[in-house]
């Protein structure tokens, strides 16, 4: 990776996006403001850094992910106006907030206008922007781009399935199965196997009116882009690629993931925190270091899916009542409306020395620790898929967007994990954990991620399908 001077540039001021170097091409990338949709972007940035293209990140300043430009000055980084309602951001609700966004670069010049500042400054000191590279939810950027003969290259955080999930969301209508009715929770979507209606990227909470216009708008402009780009992988979602081709009607549609495994980054312990959020605690690492191989369940649901306090409870004596080592990831804003989440009265006395739980873990690193044997997730994909890497079966635990329909996959598809379904109860999760850790069936789990850690390993070696798309990918952005 090259080390041109622009920290100070980045530095200076947190992210004028001026990167005085000798790059000849640059690319202008878009990330959506949750930690799932960061990380990969960056990661991907990481790659195209790494290929010689410099790199500065448009950026939203208003959320809690605020990207820190200090902690990349290889990056050059431009804020982004984002014109989201301020109790649209306090609702937290992440539908709301993400057309919001859109509804504002679609309605305002202002997004254009950055745009425009940006490829202004192509000449002697700043190499010309040859694409703009989106995260797929801010397809109102897309428009702009076009506007001013700019390329655009979106970037699919999610899995190729959920993508065809989308494409398919007008039929789905048609067909009867959204929005659901509590009666065909169960009933097989016979056009997408191996989905059921309870799947299906949406709880009946969701406002699928909403929804459907959002969707048509997100895949009316994926047919517009110069080339797709998915963070997964040719032998995890052969079929599910195959589709995403023969429709979408985009010549290039390129499988380049787990990114975080392309990333160097991602190898190198500084570069970890390199985004956001809460202070990756390295010392759940040190505690990994004196456990058992294999032993400790890594419980985590992500960024964003929360608990009641009661559900906190029944997890915490699961997890102690399991007699099973455990590293369990509790974020401060995991029970929402509390001051901070309260374990139980006793827990902290009856896990000593065999449970951990900490506010935020360095996850890559915590999944691939020798002494982790399991993962209770919430299926975000980007946890899903750091998990396939590893080769570590897993508990599902989906709640919203596209997290069933990952776990689905996990359960039905790949057969490397099970969902743990109904309320949460102790001697449930109790059982759940000891099926996925000691039992047979968890093993025959283990067995197969392991051969699925074997095939993410091969997608980087010479010839390999993630290391051929990013070729392609590279050798497209030099040719805009
Ligand atoms: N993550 C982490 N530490 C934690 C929990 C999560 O670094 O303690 C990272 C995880 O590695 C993943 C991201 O946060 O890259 C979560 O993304 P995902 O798509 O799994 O879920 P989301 O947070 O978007 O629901």
Same mark, same amino acid.
């Given at each position: 990776?090259?080390?041109?001077?622009?920290?100070?540039?980045?530095?200076?001021?947190?992210?004028?996006?001026?990167?005085?170097?000798?790059?000849?091409?640059?690319v202008?990338?878009?990330?959506?403001?949750?930690?799932?949709?960061?990380?990969?972007?960056?990661?991907?940035?990481?790659?195209?850094?790494?290929?010689?293209l410099?790199?500065?990140?448009?950026?939203?300043?208003?959320?809690?992910?605020?990207?820190?430009?200090?902690?990349?000055?290889?990056?050059?980084?431009?804020?982004?106006?984002?014109?989201?309602?301020?109790?649209?951001?306090?609702?937290?609700?992440?539908?709301?907030?993400?057309?919001?966004?859109?509804?504002?670069?679609?309605?305002?010049?202002?997004? /254009?206008?950055?745009l425009?500042?940006?490829?202004?400054l192509?000449?002697?000191?700043?190499?010309?922007?040859?694409?703009?590279?989106?995260?797929?939810?801010?397809?109102?950027?897309?428009?702009?781009?076009?506007?001013?003969?700019?390329?655009?290259?979106?970037?699919?955080?999610?899995?190729?399935?959920?993508?065809?999930?989308?494409?398919a969301?007008?039929?789905?209508?048609?067909?009867?199965?959204?929005?659901? !009715?509590?009666?065909?929770?169960?009933?097989?979507?016979?056009?997408?196997?191996?989905?059921?209606?309870?799947?299906?990227?949406?709880?009946?909470?969701?406002?699928?009116?909403?929804?459907?216009?959002?969707?048509?708008?997100?895949?009316?402009?994926?047919?517009?882009?110069?080339?797709?780009?998915?963070?997964?992988?040719?032998?995890? !979602?052969?079929?599910?690629?195959?589709? %995403?081709?023969?429709?979408?009607?985009?010549?290039?549609?390129?499988?380049?993931?787990?990114?975080?495994?392309?990333?160097?980054?991602?190898?190198?312990?500084?570069? /970890?925190?390199?985004?956001?959020?809460?202070?990756?605690?390295h010392?759940?690492?040190?505690?990994?270091?004196?456990? %058992?191989?294999?032993?400790?369940?890594?419980?985590?649901?992500?960024?964003?899916?929360?608990?009641?306090?009661?559900?906190?409870?029944?997890?915490?004596?699961?997890?102690?009542?399991?007699?099973?080592?455990?590293?369990?990831?509790?974020?401060?804003?995991l029970?929402?409306?509390?001051?901070?989440?309260?374990?139980?009265?006793?827990?902290?006395?009856?896990?000593?020395?065999?449970?951990?739980?900490?506010?935020?873990?360095?996850?890559?690193?915590?999944?691939a620790? /020798?002494?982790?044997?399991?993962?209770?997730?919430?299926?975000?994909?980007?946890?899903?898929?750091?998990?396939?890497?590893?080769?570590c079966?897993?508990?599902?635990?989906?709640?919203?967007?596209?997290?069933?329909?990952?776990?689905r996959?996990?359960?039905?598809?790949?057969?490397?994990?099970?969902?743990?379904?109904? !309320?949460?109860?102790?001697?449930?999760?109790?059982?759940?954990?000891?099926?996925?850790?000691?039992?047979?069936?968890?093993?025959?789990m283990?067995?197969?991620?392991?051969?699925?850690?074997?095939?993410?390993?091969?997608?980087?070696?010479?010839?390999?399908?993630?290391?051929?798309?990013?070729?392609?990918?590279?050798?497209?952005?030099?040719?805009?």
């Open positions: 990776m090259s080390t041109t001077s622009t920290a100070q540039d980045a530095s200076n001021g947190g992210g004028n996006g001026r990167q005085p170097h000798a790059r000849a091409r640059r202008l990338m878009f990330p959506l403001p949750f930690q799932g949709h960061i990380n990969p972007m960056l990661q991907l940035a990481d790659v195209l850094h790494g290929r010689g410099a790199v500065t990140i448009l950026h939203y300043t208003g959320f809690r992910n605020t990207l820190d430009p200090a902690l990349r000055p290889e990056f050059g980084f431009v804020a982004v106006p984002d014109g989201v309602p301020a109790d649209v951001v306090a609702s937290g609700n992440v539908v709301s907030m993400i057309v919001a966004m859109n509804t504002t670069m679609e309605a305002s010049v202002a997004f /254009r206008d950055v425009a500042a940006e490829l202004g192509a000449g002697e000191r700043m190499p010309r922007a040859a694409c703009l590279f989106v995260d797929s939810s801010l397809f109102g950027a897309q428009k702009a781009a076009e506007e001013l003969g700019l390329p655009t290259i979106a970037l699919r955080t999610g899995s190729a399935a959920c993508f065809n999930c989308i494409l969301y007008p039929m789905l209508h048609q067909n009867g199965y959204l929005p659901p !009715e509590e009666s065909q929770l169960d009933m097989p979507v016979k056009e997408l196997p191996p989905l059921r209606v309870r799947d299906l990227f949406l709880s009946s909470r969701a406002d699928h009116d909403m929804l459907s216009k959002f969707l048509a708008k997100a895949t009316h402009a994926a047919r517009s882009y110069s080339a797709l780009v998915l963070n997964t992988f040719e032998a995890l !979602e052969t079929d599910e690629l195959e589709k %995403i081709r023969d429709e979408i009607g985009i010549a290039m549609v390129l499988a380049t993931g787990p990114l975080h495994r392309l990333s160097s980054k991602t190898e190198d312990t500084a570069g /970890r925190s390199s985004n956001v959020l809460p202070h990756e605690d010392t759940c690492i040190e505690w990994l270091d004196t456990q %058992i191989t294999g032993s400790v369940l890594y419980v985590s649901v992500g960024s964003l899916a929360c608990m009641d306090s009661g559900e906190l409870s029944e997890v915490a004596w699961g997890l102690a009542n399991s007699g099973q080592p455990f590293l369990w990831v509790v974020r401060q804003d029970v929402p409306g509390s001051d901070g989440p309260c374990l139980p009265k006793g827990f902290d006395d009856m896990v000593m020395g065999r449970g951990r739980v900490t506010p935020w873990a360095p996850q890559q690193e915590v999944l620790h /020798r002494a982790v044997g399991g993962f209770w997730t919430h299926n975000g994909w980007n946890s899903t898929l750091e998990s396939v890497a590893e080769g079966p897993m508990i599902c635990r989906p709640q919203f967007a596209d997290q069933m329909m990952n776990a996959y996990v359960d039905a598809v790949w057969g490397i994990g099970f969902e743990l379904e109904g !309320e949460l109860e102790r001697n449930k999760i109790g059982e759940a954990i000891l099926k996925l850790m000691k039992g047979s069936e968890g093993e025959a283990r067995k197969r991620a392991g051969e699925l850690k074997k095939k993410v390993a091969s997608c980087f070696e010479s010839g390999g399908s993630s290391l051929l798309a990013i070729n392609e990918l590279i050798d497209h952005v030099s040719s805009l």
